[in-house]
């Protein structure tokens, strides 16, 4: 059974799964799918097309699925897509996509949203993510497993932040960060591999030691990025992490941040 309080108002087209509760005043609008037990605080707005899945925790003052800040937007009916397990706490903002952008806004499971997110259209973020209080990302980013963005963390339209990376506090981001890094600054600067955070995670020491030769590579040979690329290819073949790590040089849009 759901646990809806008499003032929250549900849209009768949205639909929502067993063991859900809605706070008071809360609004659910059309085309929003809400999966089981999740829980809505009080004072949440969700609009859809949206689809939210299981055993997420939303707090107060949230607003998932409203429309893109875009200029472009002519109220096309694009879509919000929020995985299971999430925690996302007061005042989170989660546009929808645009139709330029692909439609889709997408957020995966078991990430962790402090107060204050803004995550904006068309943005792609995986799954164990940490994004603290006022982290926020502009249009057409791509956020891999794992990452840590610490507070005021601000992420450029269009960037793609590599998995087990780790953002310093106040960091601003307009190149692409490679997986595996700790990053600070305005503008960002790379400070290293995010030994740490591997460690926590069950790295053994070699990965971690031959992620470290990939990162002298490519920030402390005086190599162009090209040149870079080529010899972390080589070491590609002996370390799945330095594939990883390889694999995201060649995909980049932005250039990487160096």
Avoid at 43 to 56: A, C, D, K, L, M
Avoid at 67 to 92: C, F, H, M, W
Avoid at 192 to 209: D, P, Q
């Amino acid at each position: 059974m759901s646990g809806i309080h008499p003032t929250a108002i549900v849209d009768p087209s949205a639909r929502i799964g067993s063991g859900v509760t809605i706070g008071a005043y809360s609004v659910i609008g059309a085309d929003v799918e809400i999966g089981d037990d999740t829980w809505i605080g009080p004072h949440v707005v969700i609009n859809g097309p949206t689809r939210i899945g299981s055993e997420n925790r939303i707090y107060q003052f949230s607003s998932l699925g409203d429309a893109p800040q875009d200029k472009k937007y002519r109220d096309e009916p694009t879509r919000l897509e929020i995985g299971d397990r999430n925690v996302i706490r007061e005042s989170v903002t989660i546009n929808r996509g645009t139709v330029g952008g692909g439609g889709l806004t997408q957020v995966g499971n078991d990430n962790w949203l402090m107060a204050y997110i803004h995550i904006a259209h068309d943005c792609h973020v995986g799954n164990h993510t940490i994004f603290s209080n006022n982290a926020s990302l502009a249009g057409h980013v791509r956020v891999e497993d794992w990452v840590i963005l610490s507070g005021f963390t601000l992420v450029h339209q269009f960037c793609s932040i590599g998995a087990h990376s780790f953002t310093g506090m106040g960091s601003a981001i307009s190149k692409d960060v490679p997986p595996f890094l700790m990053v600070s600054g305005n503008p960002a600067h790379p400070h290293g591999i995010n030994t740490e955070g591997l460690k926590r995670r069950g790295f053994s020491a070699e990965a971690v030691r031959n992620l470290r030769q990939a990162y002298k590579l490519l920030y402390r040979s005086n190599l162009s990025l090209e040149e870079a690329k080529e010899q972390l290819q080589a070491l590609a073949s002996a370390s799945p992490e330095v594939g990883h790590f390889a694999a995201f040089l060649e995909r980049t849009q932005r250039s990487v941040l160096r």
